[in-house]
């Protein structure tokens, strides 16, 4: 489908609502659960950090993938299987995940449908295509996007690929994200102009520096800043 005119496509998780402050939560409440006798919590967590980057490869992303993570997390650090009663509790641990609860980052929807009446708006999200489209109604947001993308990965050649499914002009496509890993550099490869709208709490496997001089990504504080630009 051919999109004319300026383009914004949009990430979702941690843009366009809270996602990683869920799982940080889950992830608190796990290690103090843990109380492991020789290492300490930030030990732990890069523990879990490597298990989490090495399953992303082979698994992808989502809230069931996140607790298999911390299943084998727990079975690395106990040097046994984990128990069905170890399993269950972690399940309860992350409740909120599992129900994919959606909390809006503020002014989002109201600056979505102020954009939506000047300019084409596009959806690209990665994750698990059920958990991203359950939140996505959730959120009830999918009414402003043109098209959405549930993608597994999101790197350069996707945004290549985005450019052709719609024949876009990189020049006017603008990418924005909380993600310089997913949604900043790989779109800027692409040669699409991006948007950066940091999240404090960026998953830890997201981040990735930013080249400062490049004149082709806009910084912003907060998303409704997107009306005095666009």
């Given at each position: ?23 940080e ?16 919590k ?48 972690i ?21 979505l ?7 084409h ?29 549930i ?80």
């Open positions: 489908m051919k999109v004319t005119g300026q383009v914004l496509i949009f990430d979702a998780d941690d843009t366009l609502w809270e996602n990683n402050i869920l799982f939560r889950v992830i608190d409440d796990f290690l103090h659960w843990l109380e492991h006798p020789t290492l300490d930030t030990e732990i967590r890069a523990i879990l950090n490597d298990i989490e980057a090495a399953n992303a490869v082979v698994h992808g992303y989502g809230s069931k993938i996140f607790l298999r993570s911390l299943g084998e997390c727990l079975q690395r650090l106990r040097e046994r299987p984990a128990t069905p009663e170890e399993l269950r509790h399940d309860e641990l992350a409740i909120a995940l599992i129900e994919s609860r959606v909390e809006l980052v503020p002014g989002v929807a109201e600056t449908a102020s954009l939506g009446d000047r300019h708006l596009l959806l690209l999200t990665k994750g698990d295509l059920e958990e991203q489209r359950r939140k996505l109604d959730a959120s009830g947001l999918a009414h402003h996007f043109r098209d959405i993308h993608v597994r990965e999101k790197d350069a050649d996707v945004y290549r690929w985005l450019t052709a499914e719609h024949e876009l002009t990189p020049a006017t496509t603008w990418m924005i994200g909380n993600s310089p890993k997913s949604d900043i550099l790989p779109a800027r490869q692409a040669g699409m102009n991006a948007v950066f709208i940091p999240n404090d709490h960026t998953w830890v496997l997201e981040q990735s520096e930013l080249d400062p001089h490049d004149e082709r990504v806009l910084r912003l504080r907060e998303f409704p800043e997107l009306l005095n630009h666009f």
